[in-house]
């Protein structure tokens, strides 16, 4: 399996092939600048293998939540690329991506992700392990955005399995409040980043699985579609 993942939803913009289950990867914390570094990435990395975009099975790429001009850079160029090629696209959840890296990094079954959503919210989604899924996180609920205090706990028979690893942007502005409202939280790592190697085993788990799109239903998912909230009006 050839894959290419492409992975722009937070500060780190980072690209991965996957080649026959070795994985080649760049990526590098560089907020504001993905939509410059992305295709020099691409680039590296096709050239370093020989390979061309037409030999690869599929593109994958993390469709959100997450910055909403990370997410339009994603799938703008993976668009574009698959399209050229003929290639189907994979989407993956950018919680899930960073739930996977969890488990990768701190070797764990269960992760609360947050990403902080500006104007006092989270997105935010709860993974664990599923049973027979070859250690692919899977998702308790959809992906949401909320305030931190309405984060929705699991069902009550799903709190027996253990504590949570929190991860993501969110817990470094709302660490506190989604403590309170998650229980059992046993580590954090706010630090913790979504990368395109975790993407490209996700996206060849799913692509195994038949679930791809085709280049002109590749979509970003933003969960809102505001970025601000409007200004109030001034009383006379």
């Known amino acids: 399996m050839k894959l290419l993942a492409i992975e722009t939803a937070t500060e780190a913009c980072s690209a991965a092939l996957l080649i026959d289950g070795e994985i080649l990867e760049r990526h590098e914390i560089a907020p504001q600048q993905h939509a410059e570094l992305l295709l020099g990435m691409v680039d590296h990395l096709l050239g370093q293998t020989g390979l061309s975009i037409v030999e690869l099975d599929a593109i994958a790429f993390g469709q959100g939540p997450g910055s909403f001009t990370g997410l339009r850079i994603a799938a703008g160029v993976v668009q574009g690329l698959a399209f050229g090629a003929g290639v189907p696209a994979v989407p993956v959840s950018t919680l899930q991506v960073l739930a996977q890296t969890v488990r990768t990094v701190h070797g764990v079954d269960r992760a609360a992700c947050a990403f902080d959503a500006r104007m006092g919210e989270v997105y935010w989604g709860l993974y664990e392990v599923g049973a027979g899924e070859e250690g692919v996180m899977q998702p308790l609920g959809p992906d949401e955005v ?5 984060v929705s706990l699991p069902a009550q028979g799903e709190m027996s399995r253990g504590g949570w690893v929190g991860a993501g942007s969110g817990w470094s502005s709302y660490g506190d409040a989604l403590t309170v409202r998650l229980g059992d939280v046993t580590a954090i790592d706010h630090e913790l980043k979504p990368r395109a190697g975790i993407l490209a085993t996700l996206g060849a788990h ?13 979509r970003p998912v ?3 579609n505001q970025v601000t909230r409007a200004p109030r009006a001034r009383r006379a």
Not at 146 to 150: F, N, Q, T
């Open 146 to 150: 909320s305030a931190p205090d309405e």
């Open 206 to 218: 799913w692509l195994s699985l038949g679930r791809t799109v085709p280049a002109h239903e590749i």
């Open 222 to 224: 933003y969960l809102r």
